[in-house]
């Protein structure tokens, strides 16, 4: 296992498509989040999983944005209807989610541009 | 709800110098984390240092190390001997009882050869 892995690496789209990203954690974290980056600000949260529970969202987690984790080990994030302000680096990372351990590896993000 | 805020949105250090990032951040939590993300030019973002509020003594990593004041809410990177593969963007970040990371806007660190 090399890490967070996210796919696709880029995505371009037209407005009023749907989308889906995909994101594998490393496989023994049972926490799984979604950021979004924005050009020159920090990643800003989306939403978390504990194994399959969704347990937190974003008021920026508008309803034409919805995350999945069926199995608790990958996840999908799907963007419906898509506008020109969706486009950002859509950002994974997990952690073993123990109370020690805090550490969240990212993975290189999707990019999405949205036509 | 939490802030980060770091003011210095670029910097340029020249090569084996060194170099303080500043960031502030606003919480009325007692127990937190912070961080110090660091993310190369279309690279993924790797943690560079912690620390726990709970801690006193200011974490270290090598040529990394923090300047952590819990009462001016203040926590400052210090990196010594720059190297070129220092140069990214460097993110400051906070983590209270939410799972969630709050981060700043970041700064642009460009080491100069």
């Known amino acids: 296992d090399t890490g967070v892995s996210q796919d696709p690496r880029h995505k371009i789209t037209k407005r009023g498509q749907n989308v889906t990203f995909r994101c594998d954690p490393i496989s023994e974290h049972n926490r799984l989040y979604w950021y979004r980056q924005t050009l020159g600000q920090g990643p800003e949260f989306l939403t978390y999983f504990q194994n399959e529970a969704q347990l937190e969202k974003s008021r920026l987690l508008s309803d034409r944005f919805s995350a999945e984790r069926p199995k608790g080990s990958f996840s999908t994030l799907e963007i419906q209807r898509t506008e020109q302000g969706d486009s950002a680096m859509y950002l994974c990372a997990s952690s073993l989610g123990s109370s020690e351990d805090t550490e969240a590896f990212f993975g290189q993000g999707t990019r999405l541009t949205v036509v | ?105 970041g700064t642009k660190l460009t080491v100069n050869p």
């Open chain 2, 1 to 105: 709800a939490q802030t980060v805020t770091q003011s210095q949105p670029e910097m340029s250090v020249q090569e084996a110098e060194t170099v303080t990032l500043s960031c502030t951040y606003d919480t009325s939590e007692n127990n937190y984390y912070l961080f110090w993300y660091k993310q190369p030019p279309s690279r993924q973002m790797i943690l560079v240092i912690r620390q726990e509020a709970y801690k006193q003594q200011n974490a270290t990593e090598n040529r990394f190390s923090v300047n952590f004041q819990k009462a001016a809410k203040s926590f400052s990177l210090k990196i010594s001997d720059s190297q070129l593969g220092d140069t990214a963007m460097y993110f400051c970040a906070f983590k209270g009882g939410s799972e969630k990371l709050v981060f700043g806007k």
